[in-house]
């Protein structure tokens, strides 16, 4: 086209070839202008000014829009040395309407940017900053060393001349050192970045930003060798990756991640501070109004350390399975020793049985069972053979037995008490109840009830998002941002198979017991019924396995998933705790598990609607308080009562004939007293909940659930030792230990590393480095102290009431 058009003006005259020159620069200029366009008409161009200029000086000039200036540079770039180069410009004229525009060229880049330089915060409010400072981006050279050359072009569109002041300087310290801490000053519209290089040997750095100002609000983000760099507020978080930050910030940088072996740490200070949970600033009533951003600046230190090796990671996963399988190991030794022991009782006691054995001459009289009651198990089983030789009874039955007990019958079919309703009421409503008067129903219906519960806890997941880690001991593997915190809950899956393998023994012990007719197992001690002791087990590997999942990105969207087995676990003890005294009456799996899933789903709800939400509080509060009055009444009248339209007489007619035509007492003194303290606890913790409104709901139920259990369980040790019963010593050795180590455990819960009740920038505050092998942290600890107590808590359970195995029914008490 020119040269059709240079053609068709030759043939008119000489002039033509200089118009067309003229015609040229003035399209290369509107070339180098931004998005504004060329404002000039065709025939007017600018005039255009040319300076060498240098570093370190600082050139004070006049722009206009018929003025151009630019100003170029030269400089020596160096493959193994790289030297930062940054442009700053400062105006005093404050009008934006006509800015400045600052265009730079370099070797395979461009930057451009305008001063007075608008920034946008929330709801599009715009903040002018009148001094701009930015680092250029340093490509790569094949060379050993060249000189480059780059040009700041300077123009704007206002007739009237805009002053400024241009300077350009090199950056001391633009590379960063190991372990060498660099301090400068960051504004949002003068942000910083460094370049970090790989040495040698070191395939894993941590980089830590710190800050002794909490505001203003700033963004580290680690980007790889490229150009341009992401370095303001309204781009930082379009590559690599990125943390907002009040004071610290932590990102592990992996070597594999970056082709090039080295990468940029870019400080970006925010132009507002909501990110970081700061107060939210007036909102402008025009949205086109102009906002002073006020002093801004902030000092920040950046240090460039390595991180752990394989070493560590393998001391580390080796330290977590050292720790649990040790207590196989303690297991299996206690095991032997009880075995050791049993089998000398066993020596003892076989001179006697072999002359019992001659001097009866009726094998129907089961003397060989009569004289084991006080053996143990594994007593018992030495002597099966004996007692099949004197018995007459033929193994078919036993086989038959055990089909029968296989058969599927439910409990609801038909009344599995002999006795008629009538006689039920009477039995359950003594004053004195005893564990015979409720482990009357048939052994095989509440062994299918209680296995329900094993069966249906298998069915729970969870969900994940926004992450929130310890970043200063955040070690990550692979696609795993914190490895650690997924390793340390191993514990939980491995202390959970080993309570499942403890359960499995003593149920085929005593199933074993069951087919010989042994009376001790028959009407001795607390009935066995393991259903509950499964699903505890299983619960106890569930919640490592949804802890570890959770913590693959912890956040407060997924927060009550982690939590749900906790309320879980929680939950089964106590409904284990009052298995133990009432098996007839003890709620069904399908029951219990409904009342779980209830409180899960008010879980979500307090977490997406909780937060300062009246009429959430109210609802919740009421409902709590209803279903602690309804679950006493069912505990006192050990469910001897109906909820019909007649309930509201009956209850009159209670407190007329008990309070007000005579005062007597109640009939059931521990009872009442339990169910007295546990609606003063759960109407206190009612009370908080409405009136401070904690912020961590899922917590607070939790809270709820952990305040009932420790309350049922101190009640029932009280009462087992007020009955004359007596703990043993492995028992007793269980809840010493187990206290201790929650003791320590909840201190750890406690320090809070992490919490998703905040911005992550404030997160990140409570962030600590690794305190054991230099791997995991105090939430890691955690994990390994709760996972030891709960297991601790299941073998307290499972081994408190052995001391009554040798006990007929009809003397333990019920309470």
């Known amino acids: 086209?020119?040269?059709?058009?240079?053609?068709?003006?030759?043939?008119?005259?000489?002039?033509?070839?200089?118009?067309?020159?003229?015609?040229?620069?003035?399209?290369?200029?509107?070339a180098c202008a931004?998005?504004?366009?060329?404002?000039?008409?065709?025939?007017?161009?600018?005039?255009?000014?040319?300076?060498?200029?240098?570093?370190?000086?600082?050139?004070?000039?006049?722009?206009?829009?018929?003025?151009?200036?630019?100003?170029?540079?030269?400089?020596?770039?160096?493959?193994?040395?790289?030297?930062?180069?940054?442009?700053?410009?400062?105006?005093?004229?404050?009008?934006?309407?006509?800015?400045?525009?600052?265009?730079?060229r370099q070797k395979q880049a461009v930057l451009s940017f305008q001063v007075p330089l608008i920034l946008r915060g929330l709801y599009q409010r715009k903040y002018p900053y009148a001094h701009v400072g930015r680092t250029l981006c340093q490509p790569q050279t094949r060379a050993l060393s060249e000189?480059?050359?780059?040009?700041?072009?300077?123009?704007?569109?206002?007739?009237?001349?805009?002053?400024?002041?241009?300077?350009?300087s090199r950056v001391d310290s633009f590379t960063l050192q190991t372990d060498k801490k660099f301090s400068f000053v960051a504004t949002p519209s003068q942000p910083q970045y460094f370049k970090y290089v790989f040495p040698d040997g070191v395939d894993s750095v941590i980089v830590k930003v710190?800050?002794?100002?909490?505001?203003?609000?700033?963004?580290?983000?680690?980007?790889?060798?490229?150009?341009?760099?992401?370095?303001?507020?309204?781009?930082?978080?379009?590559?690599?990756?990125?943390?907002?930050?009040t004071t610290t910030a932590a990102i592990t940088v992996q070597r594999k991640d970056f082709p090039s072996n080295s990468f940029y740490v870019v400080i970006v200070v925010k132009t507002e501070d909501e990110a970081c949970g700061g107060p939210l600033r007036f909102y402008p009533l025009r949205p086109d109004e102009l906002i002073d951003a006020?002093?801004?600046?902030?000092?920040?230190?950046?240090?460039?350390?390595?991180?752990?090796?394989?070493?560590?990671?393998?001391?580390?996963?080796?330290?977590?399975?050292?720790?649990?399988?040790?207590?196989?190991?303690?297991?299996?030794?206690?095991?032997?020793?009880?075995n050791k022991r049993l089998v000398e009782e066993f020596t003892l006691s076989c001179p006697k049985i072999t002359l019992w054995a001659k001097k009866i001459g009726n094998p129907q009289s089961g003397f060989c069972i009569r004289s084991l009651q006080g053996c143990t198990l594994c007593a018992v089983l030495l002597h099966v053979s004996l007692c099949l030789l004197i018995s007459e009874r033929p193994l078919d039955s036993v086989g038959r037995c055990r089909q029968e007990s296989l058969s599927s019958v439910e409990e609801d079919d038909y009344d599995t008490l002999a006795d008629i309703d009538s006689d039920k009421n009477i039995v359950r409503t003594k004053k004195f109840l005893c564990v015979s008067d409720l482990a009357r129903k048939d052994k095989r219906i509440l062994s299918k009830k209680y296995q329900i519960y094993f069966c249906v806890l298998l069915t729970l997941r969870r969900n994940q998002d926004i992450c929130y880690y310890n970043f200063l001991c955040a070690h990550p593997l692979g696609a795993l941002s914190a490895f650690n915190n997924i390793l340390s809950n191993l514990g939980y899956v491995m202390l959970g198979l080993l309570f499942l393998l403890i359960v499995l023994q003593r149920d085929i012990m005593h199933n074993r017991a069951l087919l010989r007719n042994d009376l001790a197992a028959l009407e001795c001690g607390i009935p066995k019924h393991f259903g509950l002791y499964y699903a505890m087990g299983t619960a106890l590997m569930m919640e490592g396995l949804l802890s570890a999942c959770y913590h693959v990105c912890p956040n407060y969207t997924n927060f009550q998933f982690d939590t749900s087995f906790m309320y879980m676990i929680a939950g089964l003890c106590m409904l284990k705790l009052y298995q133990k005294r009432h098996p007839d009456i003890n709620a069904s799996a399908y029951t219990a598990y409904a009342c779980l899933a209830a409180v899960i789903f008010f879980s979500v709800l307090g977490v997406v609607f909780g937060k300062d939400n009246t009429a959430f509080w109210i609802v919740f509060s009421i409902i709590h308080i209803l279903a602690t009055l309804l679950l006493s009444i069912q505990l006192y009248y050990m469910g001897r009562w109906r909820l019909d339209s007649g309930i509201l007489r009956r209850m009159l007619y209670v407190i007329y004939t008990d309070c007000i035509r005579q005062c007597s007492g109640p009939m059931y003194i521990d009872r009442?007293?339990?169910?007295v303290m546990g609606n003063i606890v759960n109407w206190s913790l009612a009370a908080y909940g409405l009136i401070e409104r904690p912020n961590d709901f899922a917590s607070y139920l939790l809270a709820i659930a952990i305040c009932n259990l420790l309350l049922y369980f101190a009640f029932y040790i009280i009462m087992k030792l007020r009955?004359?019963?007596?703990?043993?010593?492995?028992?007793?050795?269980?809840?010493?230990?187990?206290?201790?180590?929650?003791?320590?455990?909840?201190?750890?819960?406690?320090?809070?590393?992490?919490?998703?009740?905040?911005?992550?920038?404030?997160?990140?505050?409570?962030?600590?480095?690794?305190?054991?092998?230099?791997?995991?942290?105090?939430?890691?600890?955690?994990?390994?102290?709760?996972?030891?107590?709960?297991?601790?808590?299941?073998?307290?359970?499972?081994?408190?009431?052995?001391?009554?195995?040798?006990?007929?029914?009809?003397?333990?008490?019920?309470?």
Not at 58 to 75: G, L, M
Not at 147 to 168: C, E, I, P
């Open 1 to 30: 086209m020119l040269r059709s058009y240079w053609k068709s003006r030759h043939k008119r005259g000489p002039g033509a070839y200089a118009l067309l020159l003229r015609l040229s620069a003035y399209l290369c200029l509107c």
């Open 34 to 104: 931004t998005r504004r366009g060329c404002a000039e008409e065709l025939g007017d161009p600018k005039t255009v000014v040319h300076k060498d200029a240098d570093f370190e000086v600082t050139y004070n000039d006049t722009v206009t829009s018929d003025i151009q200036t630019i100003y170029t540079f030269n400089h020596t770039v160096s493959r193994n040395k790289t030297e930062g180069v940054r442009v700053s410009v400062n105006v005093q004229s404050e009008q934006v309407e006509n800015p400045i525009l600052i265009v730079v």
């Open 147 to 168: 000189t480059q050359f780059f040009f700041v072009d300077v123009s704007t569109l206002s007739s009237q001349g805009v002053h400024y002041q241009l300077r350009v």
């Open 210 to 245: 710190n800050s002794q100002m909490n505001f203003p609000c700033s963004v580290m983000s680690i980007q790889d060798i490229l150009c341009p760099v992401y370095d303001l507020d309204n781009n930082v978080a379009f590559i690599g990756m990125y943390q907002t930050m």
């Open 294 to 338: 006020g002093n801004r600046s902030k000092v920040l230190d950046v240090v460039v350390s390595p991180a752990i090796n394989s070493e560590v990671y393998v001391m580390g996963m080796l330290f977590c399975l050292g720790i649990f399988l040790s207590f196989y190991v303690l297991t299996f030794l206690v095991a032997c020793i009880e």
């Open 672 to 675: 009442m007293v339990l169910l």
């Open 723 to 815: 009955s004359n019963e007596r703990i043993q010593f492995l028992a007793l050795v269980c809840i010493l230990f187990t206290a201790v180590v929650w003791g320590f455990a909840l201190f750890f819960f406690f320090q809070g590393l992490s919490t998703w009740q905040k911005t992550p920038a404030e997160s990140r505050e409570h962030n600590r480095d690794c305190i054991l092998l230099s791997f995991f942290d105090d939430h890691d600890i955690w994990h390994f102290l709760s996972s030891i107590a709960m297991f601790g808590s299941f073998l307290v359970l499972l081994t408190m009431d052995d001391d009554l195995d040798t006990v007929q029914r009809d003397k333990i008490y019920v309470f």
